[in-house]
């Protein structure tokens, strides 16, 4: 299969196209860092600014139909817009999971009930939503789930807890897996429910990161109802909602350009007299990482070109996308070593480089641990037995 890696007439023009509403429509307070004064409330402001702006484009859920309020964009032109708006530093995903996760589940296996209920909030951007997966004894097994739903009448009574729930303590929704039949295989006996983050019984804690941030959470359900109506497809049958193929940016395209813009802000400071501890004047060797890590941005642009050329195509992505992730995120890690590096002894130091190597750890953890990635790989890309 060719990858695409150049645009015919109609894609130039679309990425002209999306490059003007750029120039025209970002705020300039976008691109305020929130370390300046007033940095951080004059960021918020555009950002609301700025999604209000592609809301009002029709850009917010790029891969919805438009029966739904959606752009109905192809896949090529979905990775255009990522692109363009990776490159120039504003926010692509201005809809959150909502857009790109439960939207599309909706869409796909909800009732006409629950689109009616739920789509226009998510497009109008007055409902947050958080993901429900994960608990402390399955993560990546994310089928050895064990939070319990039983059946009582119109309701479930939730009990159990969640875990590394993003933004959970801003959510007013959380679409969420349970277990409703423990005798049945692990990947049977599952449910997907909706759940109102504000009922009765909910608790969320906010976990702190070796960074210092409060990104992840804890949620706790204690005799919680859930309407049955609030139920995503068949009841037992919630693994198969639950692994639905969303169309929406599966390349890592805004990842692999968010780090290599990463990597050129570190190298604007590295030939800066402005800080003389983190400086190529002070430790020329890094020099030598900058290339290899440069080189290692240009192979995870062409890994992400592969996915989305294969999309284009009408083919799935499997362990190519599983290529995509694994790499990206060590990427990421290698990245924020080399930061370190620059820094030498100043990186002891709590500042911008030491914060954002302790925050890489998570990122061969989170979406899928490396461990994961390279089964897929093996099995799915080499032909190699399972272990």
Known sequence: ??????????????????RAFIDAEAPPELFKAASEEGGLFARMGALKDWRERVARKGWVAPAWP?????????????????????EAGVPA????????????????????????????????????????????????????LQTRAIRDGDDYVINGQKIWTTGAQFSDW?????????DAPKHRGITYLLVDMHAPGVTVRP??????????NEVFF???????????????????????????????????????????????????????????DRNPKVKHEFADRWIECEVAKMLSYRVVSMQANNLIPNYEASMCKMYSSEMQQRIAALSMHLYGMHGNVRNR????????????????TTEIQKGIIATRGLGLPRG
Not at 207 to 216: E, K, M, N
């Open 93 to 144: 995903n201005v809809g959150g999971f909502g857009v790109m996760m439960i939207g599309p589940t909706i869409i796909e296996h909800g009732t006409e009930e629950q689109k009616e209920t739920h789509l226009g909030g998510i497009l109008r951007g007055e409902v947050i939503w958080c993901q429900g997966y994960s608990e402390p004894g399955a993560g990546s097994d994310l089928a050895a």
């Open 1 to 18: 299969m060719a990858i695409n890696l150049g645009d015919d007439a109609n894609e130039a023009a679309w990425r002209k196209e999306v």
């Open 66 to 86: 438009k029966k739904y309020g959606g752009a109905d964009m192809s896949t090529v032109e979905q990775f255009i817009l990522n692109e363009e708006f990776a």
């Open 207 to 216: 976990l702190t990161t070796l960074a210092g941030t409060q990104t992840f």
């Open 222 to 280: 204690e005799d919680v109802r859930v309407p049955v109506r609030n139920r995503i497809g068949e009841e037992n049958r919630g693994w198969y909602v639950g692994t639905t193929t969303l169309d929406f940016e599966r390349s890592s395209i805004g990842s692999a350009i968010g780090t290599r813009k990463q990597l050129e802000g570190l190298m604007r400071q590295a030939k800066s007299a402005d800080r003389p501890e983190a400086s190529f």
């Open 353 to 368: 480089s030491s914060m954002g190597y302790m925050s890489a750890v998570s990122s061969t953890i989170a979406g899928g």
């Open 174 to 182: 959380m679409y969420m897996l349970v277990r409703t039949d423990p």
